[in-house]
Nanobody, 127 residues
Framework: QVQLVESGGGLVQAGGSLRLSCAAS????????MGWFRQAPGKEREFVAG????????SYADFVKGRFTISRDNSKNTVYLQMNSLKPEDTAVYYC????????????????????WGQGTQVTVSS
């Protein structure tokens, strides 16, 4: 069993920054592709960013390119999402997810491809 615990969410003004963290436990973290998703009220959960086992490959949704950066520290079993230039439309619950079934560098954008999920952390961006 894998446990994922997100932290770092909060309220920030437009243009500000937040750094989300997701701490993993229970399985070999370095053998998982990690993803960040988000879900706004009334909307479907959507892919934000993903990162390969080693951290050498990252993938981003178009709407966060150039603003968000995903990274991981396998020695700390933690994945991060640095969010800069935040916009009100970034307001959502952010979830981290782990994919233990795929290949080391294949980053899926479908939520169904991920095996484990955290409980989510709220990010609210005020205008």
């Amino acid at each position: 069993q894998v446990q994922l615990v997100e932290s770092g969410g909060g309220l920030v003004q437009a243009g500000g920054s937040l750094r989300l963290s997701c701490a993993a436990s229970g399985r070999t973290f370095s053998r998982s592709v990690m993803g960040w998703f988000r879900q706004a009220p009334g909307k479907e959960r959507e892919f934000v960013a993903g990162i390969s086992w080693s951290g050498g490959i990252a993938s981003y949704a178009d709407f966060v390119k150039g603003r968000f950066t995903i990274s991981r520290d396998n020695s700390k079993n933690t994945v991060y999402l640095q969010m800069n230039s935040l916009k009100p439309e970034d307001t959502a619950v952010y979830y981290c997810a782990a994919d233990y079934q795929g290949a080391y560098s294949i980053i899926y954008r479908r939520a169904e491809s991920y095996d484990y999920w955290g409980q989510g952390t709220q990010v609210t961006v005020s205008s």
